[in-house]
């Protein structure tokens, strides 16, 4: 009993340092696994000897110590692992899966073992890297797509199990790496790029045009050099106003935003940003009226609520109807409910699930002309959030937008970063 528990512990030792030597992650997560299975083996033999000198059990009871043990262990691991696996033998039959390969392929299928990889799956992608796999070439970077319910991106690496005789492996070892989230964000960071340098390159093309105009001779002229400086600040403003949210929304979005809930006197804060926006609104002849009561309280950050309220309110001055009007009221229910809402021409239908998004515009080029810059509404919901609130929007064409924040009736702040 000695020499064998000598025998697994110099096992262990070995695939430990192999292990680490060998660079091929997959043939390490194999390694990983048989380490455990011999660890797995030398505790429970060390366990049954101890047991057998206390009680005297016999040889055989020592053995099936040691194999429930060991398929406990093993059991245990394959079942923990969020990764899906999956063995095949010659004949592309499963012979071996774990809980997350079976959710991957058939969750309607009491179990996959003796099913032919073909019956499982009909992507050629996958297919392909477990023949090849089994033609004894390890196979890496194979992306998986499923078009479920949900879409999930999978990173598929094989590897062959058995020697290669020239007639190919044994069998093929699969995992399955979900990169659904990574791919995710990724997607969403080159969209963010790309919006950030399109909305930054328009007024940055129009200061150098405009610059290249007075310096060719047109700052001889005071009534042109007047107006193109005029236009070279507007669009500088606008480039600051830009990066100005981009800074806010990345800080709100990282947790580094830190709110103070207090109690806030709803009415007297919307008259506070209702002066703010005075001249704007007065330009454009939209009429202001704040319906809140003169005792509603709500629990919020006061700077961030106002935030919350201008971009808001300055929408609907934007793009409501000129001689029209901009209202606040506030709703009671189980949660406190602060509508803003204009009568303006309304927002189509299918731009209602994205108007939160980043950049999202309804109406691009009528959005520049207003100064937007399309960072707004996507502050609005996060800040929101961060509260444990939500905003939602409702919009008839012709008729006008209604934009409401929910906020709850305690003190309660959400650390979602969603």
Known sequence: MLRRQTLLLSACIVLAAVS???????????????????????????????EKDQRGDTEEGDKNDQIFAAGSLFEATMSGMREGLLVVDRDMRVVASN???????????????SQRLTELTRN??????????LQGQEVSGVKVETHGPERQIFDLRVVPIGSTNGHGAEGALGVFFD????????????????????????????????????????????????????????N???????????????????????LRAAPVELRALVNEVYA??????????????????????????????????????????KFGREHGAVTVRHESGTRD?????????????????????????????????????????????????????????????????RFTIYLPKSLFISTDKT
């Open 276 to 317: 703010s926006l005075a001249a704007h609104a007065q330009a454009r002849n939209i009429n202001l009226q704040n319906e809140v009561g003169p005792d509603v309280v709500v629990y919020a950050d006061t700077r961030r609520l106002e935030q919350m309220l201008t971009n808001l309110i300055d929408n609907g001055i």
């Open 124 to 133: 050629p992608a996958i297919y392909s890297a477990f023949l090849d796999g």
């Open 20 to 50: 680490f030597l060998i660079p091929s992650f997959s043939i390490r997560i194999i390694l990983f696994l048989l380490l455990l299975l011999v660890t797995g083996l030398s505790l429970s033999a060390a366990r049954a000897n101890h």
């Open 236 to 258: 500088a403003s606008r480039m600051h106003e830009l990066i100005d949210d981009i800074l806010e929304l990345t800080s709100i979005e990282g947790g580094n935003v830190q």
């Open 99 to 113: 809980p997350a390969a079976h959710k991957l392929f058939s969750p309607s299928v009491s179990k996959l073992q």
């Open 179 to 234: 990169i659904t989230r990574t791919e995710r964000l990724e997607l969403v960071r080159q969209e963010f790029l790309s919006n950030v340098s399109h909305e930054l390159r328009t007024p940055l093309t129009a200061i150098m045009a405009f610059v290249e105009t007075l310096e060719t001779g047109a700052k001889e002229d005071p009534e042109s050099c007047q107006r193109f400086l005029s236009i070279i600040r507007k």
């Open 337 to 401: 409910q602060i509508v803003v809402e204009d009568n303006g021409d309304g927002i189509p239908a299918q731009h209602l699930a994205r108007l939160f998004e980043r950049f999202y515009r309804v109406d691009r080029a009528r959005s520049r002309e207003m100064g937007g810059t399309g960072l707004g509404l996507a502050i609005v919901k996060h800040l929101a959030l961060l509260h444990g609130g939500e905003v939602a929007v409702e919009s008839e064409l012709g008729k006008g937008s």
